[in-house]
């Protein structure tokens, strides 16, 4: 199966000093130029434009959800004004995937779509939107005092490196998957552009608004966008991991 990788938002409602996605958070309201570098007729148009009717009408198009998994990211997903509506229609339409989130503004739980809270710094009492709860090892934090919490509560967590790139240190892939067992991704930006990895570059007119198809890369071991891609695999329903191994295994 192949992974479908939406940054609904490039905005955050927790301004985190470690967060690896901090250089590309705007204010929601937010306009940039849209186009290539050097381009004069580049209109100015918001960071944070897609909406839920772009996205199904695109996905119902050229992403069948038995060859496809979801996974909605960013920024913080909550911010999105439908992503209530969001989820549940690739729900009812047979989608599986997970939800990245800082777990503090509403995500409604559904069937097939895991909620991955990572439990921040910030946040002082658990985020009340959760399915599986990450817990970053750092050091400024009380992790082992939330680790304990959810030992005690029966909440699914898992512990994650202290990625210090803030630092200006280059980040590794300790903590990655070992293995993968998803063949392609693309990825969806939160203004539509359709690319293949955050590393790949994207075009003018290679959007969703223009119904261009999705733009497909191998997953690779030593890529780190790839690695933090194989992790949604962790945390589908067993079921559909059986599946995707399946299908990679053939």
Request: hydrophobic share 30%; charged share 25%.
């Amino acid at each position: 199966m192949k992974l479908l990788s939406i940054y609904i938002m490039q905005s955050c409602n927790i301004n985190c000093y470690y967060c690896p996605m901090q250089r590309w958070m705007y204010p929601l309201d937010h306009k940039v130029p849209y186009g290539s570098e050097g381009d004069k007729n580049n209109l100015l148009l918001p960071i944070n434009r897609i909406t839920a009717k772009d996205l199904l009408t695109w996905t119902d198009k050229y992403c069948p959800p038995d060859e496809w998994i979801v996974q909605f990211t960013g920024g913080e997903p909550g911010l999105h004004k439908e992503i209530a509506y969001l989820i549940l229609a690739y729900n009812k339409r047979g989608y599986y995937g997970v939800i990245n989130t800082n777990g503090t503004l509403y995500i409604p739980k559904s069937e097939n779509f895991t909620r991955v809270t990572c439990w921040h710094e910030s946040v002082k009492e658990i985020p009340p939107y959760h399915d599986w709860i990450l817990l970053i090892k750092n050091p400024n934090d009380t992790w082992k005092e939330k680790e304990k919490y959810c030992i005690e509560n029966n909440i699914p967590y898992k512990i994650v490196p202290f990625d210090r790139s803030f630092e200006g240190k280059k980040s590794n892939n300790i903590g990655l998957p070992k293995k993968h067992y998803f063949t392609e991704m693309t990825r969806i930006l939160s203004m539509g552009q359709i690319g293949e990895c955050y590393k790949g570059q994207v075009v003018k007119g290679q959007d969703i608004f223009n119904m261009v198809p999705p733009v497909t890369k191998n997953m690779k071991r030593d890529c780190p966008c790839c690695g933090n891609a194989r992790a949604v695999y962790d945390f589908l329903p067993e079921h559909i991991q059986d599946k995707i191994r399946r299908e990679y295994n053939e």
